[in-house]
């Protein structure tokens, strides 16, 4: 069965550092989301994208932020300045279209900033 | 505000029975709710969707119910094993694109 991938699956870094997250999409999908997940809270929206451009974003996706599809088939999240509280499990979900259909997530990446 | 609750955080059940794990939302209009399962650690696994036109879905043991009139939905989980421990979330669209997700339940089956 066709499955989202996500690379890496745990990365550390220091507090002010950039990181890159990616995501590979479910191939033919074209809706992508990153989610996030405090230890302990909720998941949470960050981000929508669609036809090569962000369709909505939520509070937390500041101009720290930023995503693309650079390549046609990888996904990424760019967090330019990483801080304390960005550490979280971050999942991506694609869907195949409009309408109904179930967003299906990745394993996740675990960001540990310190 | 579009807030989505599970009541409660936690469940312990003996192996062998049957469940039922409880999601409420605060605006009907919702476009779909999901329900998936979180193993610890690990990355998020959909179970079941149900469309705002339907009432329930299945999927071999699992069961899950929409009343969007009241808010409610249930997934119920059929003669529960050690397998199915795992915390369960609920998700629901509220008409745009993003998913809005619940607290979750943990559930813990008791060999």
């Known amino acids: 069965e066709p499955e989202v991938t996500q690379t890496p699956s745990h990365q550390v870094t220091q507090m002010g550092q950039e990181v890159i997250l990616r995501c590979v999409p479910i191939?033919?999908?074209?809706?992508f989301y990153w989610y996030r997940q405090i230890l302990g809270q909720k998941v949470e929206f960050l981000v929508s994208f669609y036809n090569n451009e962000i369709s909505e974003k939520s509070e937390i996706f500041d101009d720290q932020f930023s995503v693309e599809r650079p390549d046609g088939s990888n996904f990424t999240l760019k967090i330019r300045s990483t801080k304390l509280e960005d550490s979280a499990m971050y999942f991506c979900?694609?869907?195949?279209?409009?309408?109904?259909?179930?967003?299906?997530f990745g394993p996740g990446t675990r960001l540990l900033v310190l | 505000k579009q807030e989505v609750t599970q009541i409660p955080a936690a469940l312990s059940v003996p192996e062998g029975e049957n469940l039922v794990l409880n999601c409420s939302f605060t605006d009907s209009a919702i476009y779909n709710l999901q329900w998936f399962r979180q193993d610890p650690g690990k990355g998020l696994t959909s179970l079941l969707l149900?469309?705002?036109?339907?009432r329930e879905q299945t999927s071999g043991r699992l069961n899950a119910s929409l009343d969007k009139s009241s808010g409610r939905s249930t997934l119920y989980i059929a003669a529960s094993q050690p397998g199915d421990s795992a915390t369960y979330l609920c998700?629901?669209?509220?008409?745009?694109?993003?998913?809005?997700f619940g607290t979750g339940t943990r559930l813990t089956i008791i060999p």
């Open positions: 998700a629901v669209l509220f008409g745009n694109e993003k998913l809005t």
């Open positions: 191939s033919n999908h074209l809706y």
């Open positions: 979900a694609t869907k195949g279209g409009r309408g109904v259909e179930t967003q299906y």
């Open positions: 149900i469309q705002s036109s339907q």
